[in-house]
């Protein structure tokens, strides 16, 4: 159903939670036109994202490429060069553009390291809704650093007509990192129990289903179980700046071929990915990404309707928080299994320091250098 393609790692925020801005690929060597127009057509939804998007000076062309292809396209960007996707958004209303944004001005600039990004990307969206934007949002990690302001920034969302994308810190080959935990599991997740109850305090479908996702992301801060079981390489798929297509963003071990060589059909009927499935079905990597998630939660043979468990959830508490009840969180999330970390290194910013860039070619051997990791 789903596809998520980097098209390139060079970035121009610095990210505590992300130092893929540290490891850029050459532009020269970004996956082509050719090797994107070998991705099949009737997905569902298909993810441009990086690194920055923005930096790529075809980005229209991939737009052009890839916009007929599937049901819903994204571009998720940082927002810093909205100016860029302005023709886009004129000739493609319809697109769903997502600015990464962690809360307030201080609090966005810091774990963002970027200098007035806040104002930038405000502004940004507001531009591109004046000009027809019809699918508008931010997107933000909820983390230690900005979960005080989690709700407070839905609220912002809904005012200015923005949609508002919840994920939560993750290690994977995509991050280049491994220390990517809470430092307060408990506190996160009661701060996003908030959340919950405001989204299914609304009167919008798609929001109580966030609502729903939300609640996946307190089970992958506790630590605890994932709500529903991982579908990669079977519902969705992941492709690297080199056309390298992998189970996911997460464990580089389950790469499944590369694009650019061959087509998608032996990609994905190959010897190979039969076996990747079979070890997602059997993967340890506690994860609840936004884009797997959303995947998991759907019907493979009908795209619209959500799986059962997800549905009868969305049910039930929408009905409590209408009628002034209370939402048992207690019934999915054990909080006396919570993970008990033995050490949390504390993420640091980058707002004001210098960036140490390591150019990735080609030819080297990727993600090799993170060693062994796991999320919980």
Same mark, same amino acid.
């Given at each position: 159903?789903?596809?998520?393609?980097?098209?390139?790692?060079?970035?121009?925020?610095?990210?505590?939670?992300?130092?893929?801005?540290?490891?850029?690929?050459?532009?020269?060597?970004?996956?082509?036109?050719?090797?994107?127009?070998?991705?099949?057509?009737?997905?569902?939804?298909?993810?441009?994202?990086?690194?920055?998007?923005?930096?790529?000076?075809?980005?229209?062309?991939?737009?052009?490429?890839?916009?007929?292809?599937?049901?819903?396209?994204?571009?998720?960007?940082?927002?810093?060069?909205?100016?860029?996707?302005?023709?886009?958004?004129?000739?493609?209303?319809?697109?769903?553009? =997502?600015?990464?944004?962690?809360?307030?001005?201080?609090?966005?600039?810091?774990?963002?390291?970027?200098?007035?990004?806040?104002?930038?990307?405000?502004?940004?969206?507001?531009?591109?809704?004046?000009?027809?934007?019809?699918?508008?949002?931010?997107?933000?990690?909820?983390?230690?650093?900005?979960?005080?302001?989690?709700?407070?920034?839905?609220?912002?969302?809904?005012?200015?007509?923005?949609?508002?994308?919840?994920?939560?810190?993750?290690?994977?080959?995509?991050?280049?990192?491994?220390?990517?935990?809470?430092?307060?599991?408990?506190?996160?997740?009661?701060?996003?129990?908030?959340?919950?109850?405001?989204?299914?305090?609304?009167?919008?479908?798609?929001?109580?289903? =966030?609502?729903?996702?939300?609640?996946?992301?307190?089970?992958?801060?506790?630590?605890?179980?994932?709500?529903?079981?991982?579908?990669?390489?079977?519902?969705?798929?992941?492709?690297?700046?080199?056309?390298?297509?992998?189970?996911?963003?997460?464990?580089?071990?389950?790469?499944?071929?590369?694009?650019?060589?061959?087509?998608?059909?032996?990609?994905?009927?190959?010897?190979?990915?039969?076996?990747?499935?079979?070890?997602?079905?059997?993967?340890?990597?506690?994860?609840?990404?936004?884009?797997?998630?959303?995947?998991?939660?759907?019907?493979?043979?009908?795209?619209?309707?959500?799986?059962?468990?997800?549905?009868?959830?969305?049910?039930?508490?929408?009905?409590?928080?209408?009628?002034?009840?209370?939402?048992?969180?207690?019934?999915?999330?054990?909080?006396?299994?919570?993970?008990?970390?033995?050490?949390?290194?504390?993420?640091?910013?980058?707002?004001?320091?210098?960036?140490?860039?390591?150019?990735?070619?080609?030819?080297?051997?990727?993600?090799?250098?993170?060693?062994?990791?796991?999320?919980?």
């Amino acid at each position: 159903m789903d596809i998520a393609v980097i098209l390139t790692y060079r970035c121009n925020s610095k990210c505590s939670m992300c130092h893929v801005w540290q490891f850029p690929t050459l532009q020269k060597e970004e996956i082509t036109l050719e090797t994107l127009a070998k991705l099949p057509a009737n997905l569902d939804h298909l993810n441009l994202t990086g690194g920055e998007p923005s930096l790529r000076r075809d980005l229209m062309e991939i737009v052009e490429l890839l916009y007929p292809k599937a049901r819903t396209l994204e571009i998720s960007s940082n927002g810093l060069f909205a100016a860029r996707l302005e023709p886009i958004v004129k000739k493609y209303p319809h697109i769903k553009i =997502r600015f990464s944004l962690e809360g307030s001005e201080g609090t966005n600039n810091r774990i963002r390291g970027e200098k007035n990004g806040y104002t930038r990307k405000v502004n940004g969206l507001l531009r591109l809704k004046e000009l027809g934007g019809a699918d508008l949002g931010f997107a933000t990690v909820i983390q230690d650093d900005n979960v005080d302001e989690v709700v407070e920034l839905f609220r912002f969302c809904r005012q200015q007509g923005f949609e508002l994308a919840t994920s939560t810190l993750h290690n994977g080959f995509q991050f280049q990192k491994t220390d990517n935990i809470p430092y307060d599991r408990i506190r996160v997740a009661k701060c996003i129990e908030q959340l919950i109850e405001e989204q299914l305090r609304t009167w919008e479908i798609k929001t109580w289903f =966030r609502a729903y996702l939300n609640l996946g992301l307190i089970a992958k801060v506790t630590g605890l179980k994932r709500m529903l079981p991982c579908t990669a390489a079977t519902d969705f798929a992941f492709i690297d700046p080199w056309g390298d297509v992998y189970a996911c963003n997460v464990r580089p071990d389950l790469i499944m071929g590369n694009l650019e060589t061959q087509s998608w059909t032996e990609i994905m009927n190959d010897r190979l990915a039969a076996g990747i499935r079979q070890r997602v079905n059997n993967c340890t990597q506690n994860c609840w990404m936004v884009g797997s998630a959303r995947t998991a939660m759907r019907q493979s043979g009908w795209i619209e309707a959500p799986k059962s468990t997800p549905l009868i959830w969305v049910i039930r508490n929408k009905a409590r928080i209408t009628w002034g009840g209370r939402i048992p969180f207690e019934n999915d999330i054990d909080y006396s299994k919570v993970y008990r970390d033995t050490l949390v290194p504390e993420r640091v910013s980058f707002l004001d320091q210098g960036a140490n860039r390591k150019v990735q070619i080609k030819d080297d051997l990727h993600y090799t250098h993170l060693g062994e990791f796991i999320n919980r």
